[in-house]
């Protein structure tokens, strides 16, 4: 099952994807369920499938303006430097003990076929492709052996930077990593009985047609389980948090004049099992 929020008709509402288009759960499941972090925290993922089974889509995608898929999480975690070779292309060949994590605010991160926005400040919008856990059921230190129980799906994220800010604080990245809509996430979460996260999966990042990022999650430093056992040692986890699981190292030899992404450029995060994150680069008005 495809899980997804959009605006349409000037109301913000949830749903179900099938085929070309989308299901209004809003309508049918009523006032209990505002969004689709509610029906997660209510566990009803059961009632969503019944209520979506064998009904047609309510509205074609050209008729949809897509929203981050779930709207309002608690917690964004981003992992830093964990596919084999992103440590040494930052100059430390060593492999990691532990992973690098950073949050990220919710308005940080636009839908898909939205605009993501250079601003005015910088021209160092740098781009990274990367696959999204969306966390389905609460757990404190979660073993790693049931990790994965407590994913309800996985989604696609552009984690975004404006570069040239990632330098402004001596031990953090938070100043470069927040301004508003310079990444996205979506198009829409796909369950994980629909996905084998025990499997490789095979992530492109494309620049205007040009493929620049091509690799795997089999050179993933930590993996999936790994990671929510780590995070969920030090923290709750629970229905709607999102943890972006970390960037491949970009193709072609590692340049003093990498080229950023300028208005105009359009980026595509693609995994087959999930599908196409799309979005096109506007300048700050």
Known sequence: MKLASFRVRGRESF??????G?????LRLGPRYDALIDLLRDEGIERAREAARGVRADYPFREVEWRPPITAPEKILCIGLNYANRSADYGDQEIPKYPSIFCRAPNSLAGHEQAIVRPRESEQLDYEGEIVLVIGRSGRRIAREQALDHVLGVTLCNEGTIRDWIGHGKFNVTQGKNWDATGSIGPWIVTSDEVDLTRPLHITV?????VTQDDSTANLIKSFSELI????TFMTLKPGDIIV???PVKLGPRS???RWLAPGDTIEV???EIGV???TVVAEQ
Do not use: C, F, Q, Y
């Open 256 to 258: 003093d004049s990498p």
């Open 229 to 232: 056992a780590h995070v969920s």
């Open 277 to 279: 994150l799309r979005n």
């Open 206 to 210: 494309r620049i205007n047609g040009e």
């Open 245 to 247: 699981t970390g960037t």
């Open 270 to 272: 693609e995994v087959p």
């Open 22 to 26: 989308v299901i209004d759960l809003k």
């Open 15 to 20: 749903g179900v994807v099938a085929g070309e």
